[in-house]
């Protein structure tokens, strides 16, 4: 399979962006922070992201990034495939070349599984993604703790 780091993340930001959205475009640091990952890997995904028209990105004070369509027509899959990301399971990235230049004795099998895992990602939006429930679990658990640590920011900041 090869759905690398490259494609969470990308799906992650762009869930982060979708949790967010209400309050106004999300900056880059506002995710890195709130998902571990890296600024500047986030950079690279994001000049791919907006090259998709996935996003759009608003400079200035209290610019950052928001969606360039409603949430529920942006699809994983849309996503996952913006950042060059593949859901292939074959070995031969389906060119059917995988035993000595031929289809190979389970390629059918792995094409398959790799059409019905695109199906799968094609049929979520980050749109019903933000509303399960394990989502929201997470989502919370984030705010709170973003919540906690400005507070005690605050607090060193009067003493």
Not at 6 to 24: E, K, L, N, P, S
């Amino acid at each position: 399979m090869l759905l690398t780091t490259r494609g969470r993340y990308a799906v992650t930001a762009m869930v982060d962006i979708t949790a967010h959205q209400d309050t106004g475009p999300v900056s880059l640091n506002q995710i890195a922070d709130n998902q571990n990952i890296s600024l500047s890997y986030l950079e690279q995904l994001f000049a791919q992201l907006r090259h998709a028209g996935l996003v759009v990105g608003l400079r200035g004070p209290g610019g950052g990034y928001k969606l360039a369509h409603p949430a529920e027509s942006i699809t994983v899959a849309q996503v996952v495939h913006a950042v060059n990301e593949s859901v292939d399971a074959t070995q031969c990235g389906g060119m059917k070349n995988c035993s000595g230049g031929q289809r190979c004795l389970t390629h059918s099998l792995w094409d398959k599984l790799s059409q019905q895992l695109y199906e799968f990602l094609d049929n979520i939006t980050l749109g019903e993604l933000v509303q399960w429930p394990s989502v929201r679990e997470v989502m919370e658990r984030q705010e709170s703790i973003l919540s906690n640590t400005i507070a005690n920011q605050r607090v060193a900041l009067e003493v």
